[in-house]
Structure formats: structure tokens, C-alpha cells
């Protein structure tokens, strides 16, 4: 993917780049319908914090990432307020389209979207 000898975090841009899409993604996520409820009690500000951290640590980028696995981090909402594939479906749609959106080449939208793929099972408990 790209240059083999660089991150993916660095061929994408590194930490502007990263802040920038961290804060369109979730501009993108709270106008989805089908997703924005189970942000309703969240504090957004922490949680950009959190998901650049642990963006960052999965392309490659300093690890600063001090949150919960993903299996803990979304059980409550898998047993209490059903999230399910459709939902992470959504999600993944949104950070497809951040990423090419921001001028991400595809080749590296796809190496991000199969990191987050391979995460399905464990954010969805399963
Ligand atoms: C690849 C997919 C996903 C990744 C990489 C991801 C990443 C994260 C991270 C890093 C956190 C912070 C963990 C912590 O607080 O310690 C988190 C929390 C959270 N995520 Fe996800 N997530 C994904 C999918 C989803 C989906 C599909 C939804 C719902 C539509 C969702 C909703 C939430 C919510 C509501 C929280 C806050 C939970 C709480 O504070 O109790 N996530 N996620």
C-alpha cells in the first residue's frame, strides 16, 4: 500500500490529517439517523479524542491509545441498545467517505477500511 517503508498515518497525512477526519467523520455520524442515537449521552469531545488515538495506533502512528478494547467498549451497546452490522455498516460508510472526501488516495482508503473491517467482530461482541 503505497510506500512500504512509511505508515499508513504518515502517507495519509499524519496528525492534521488526522485531526481533520476524526472531526468530519463524526460531523458525518451524528447527522445519520440511523446511527446518531447512540452518541445522545456520549461527550464528543472526549470521543474525537479517543477515536484519533486509537485511529493513529491502527495506521501505524504513535500509540497513545489508553481506551478499552473494542469488545468493552461497545458491549452495552450491542446487549442494550442493539447495535448490529447494519450500524456498522453505517459507520464504515462515513469513514470511507471522510477519508476519499479529504483526498486520502484510494489505495490507502482501502488499506484504513480493512483495519476497521477487521474489527466488526469484536465491536459487535461476537
Ligand atoms: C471499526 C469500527 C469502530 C471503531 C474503530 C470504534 C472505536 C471506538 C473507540 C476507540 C471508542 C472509545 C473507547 C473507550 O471509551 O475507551 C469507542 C466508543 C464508542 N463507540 Fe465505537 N468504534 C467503532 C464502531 C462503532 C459503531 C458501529 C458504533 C455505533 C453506531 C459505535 C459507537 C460508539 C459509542 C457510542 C462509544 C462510546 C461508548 C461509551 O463511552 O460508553 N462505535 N469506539
Redesign the pocket.
Known sequence: MGDPDKSVYAQIGGEPAMDAAVKLFYEKVLADAH?AR??DQ?DMDR?LK??KR?LTMVTGGPNRYT??S?RA??R??VEKQG?DDS??DH?AMHLEATLTELGVPAELVSAVMEK?GG?RDD?LNR
Request: charged content about 15%; aromatic content about 18%.
Open positions: 446511527i447512540f452518541f456520549i470521543q479517543k477515536q486509537f481506551g478499552r473494542m467498549a461497545h452495552k451497546l447495535l450500524h456498522f459507520v476497521a474489527l465491536v
